[in-house]
């Protein structure tokens, strides 16, 4: 590693930076013209046997400033952290934030996209340097770090009152990321082979977060449709008895789903358990019927007093 980052760095500097940037920018444009790019987004149906949408699902974007946005940030951090560190580490640094940010979103919720988790990893990495290489300190200034700290809590916060989804743990953990990666590769009190043995533990977490020990960790609104959608291509396929599992899954996360209780009776009256299937039939009705009782009681409660 330099000791500062370059004054006049050339382009050639900056490479691995340029790819991800042009990529995502062609990429994201082509999603916004109508263009069918879901083989590069997580989906339960291809992972863990496709582990690279990984990385595929952070090169797109959900609008023109969330691009935008983002390409800003990754060539301001990127054009630092490449001259730094050099062509080979720069791109294992971009994969392992990249991997673990959507694992770790994937684990307890559904596919994120988007740069932002690696620009969290970009901008934690930096602020290691600032805060342990005085030639970095111009390039993590007060306010840069307030604004990164300051965006993170406002994501939250946009997320839980639900004006928009932000993939909120895909920025956390690719911050963490960074910051590990950053104290692994910088002499510290922590010492780089205690950073370098967190950066692994972090990392074998998040594989088996989002791998085995995900139906155990997710109780996400994705994980219900994606069990669902799962239970309904097995009754098309004839095969109940993998759908019923399924279902019970759903159901033990929100026992109040009324098309898993639907479709379990369906199920159930193929497999030829009338009783039960009477009763799961009749429950969907009931969350069925209460859900539209609902609708009509909000929907009369938004009228004006004069008939408006």
Known sequence: MRSAPLET?????????????VSSFILSVLSFQGRDLDALMLASEAWPQEPWRLLTSCLLHVGWLHMVFNLYWLFKFGSVVEP????P??????VLVAALSSGGQWAVSGGGIGLSGINYGLFALL??????QPGYRAVM??????????????CIAVTELDIM????VAHGVGALTGLLIGL??????????????????LSLLIALGSTLGRPYINFSDSRIYELNSEALDALVANDEQRAIVLLKQVLAIDEENAVAWHNLGVALVRLGDPEQASSALMRAQQLEAA??????????SLRSPFGF
């Open 141 to 154: 200034p007060e306010r840069l770090t307030t604004f990164f700290v300051a965006w993170f809590f406002i």
């Open 291 to 300: 859900a539209q009782k609902a609708q009509q009681t909000d929907s009369n």
């Open 84 to 87: 730094t560190f050099g062509l």
């Open 9 to 21: 760095p050339d382009i050639l500097d900056f490479r691995a930076t340029i790819v991800v940037f």
């Open 89 to 94: 580490k720069t791109i294992l640094i971009y």
């Open 184 to 201: 692994a590769l910088v002499q510290t009190k922590l010492g780089l082979w205690k950073a370098r043995s967190l950066l692994v533990t």
């Open 165 to 168: 989804q932000v993939a909120n």
């Open 127 to 132: 602020w290691v340097l600032h805060r342990y």
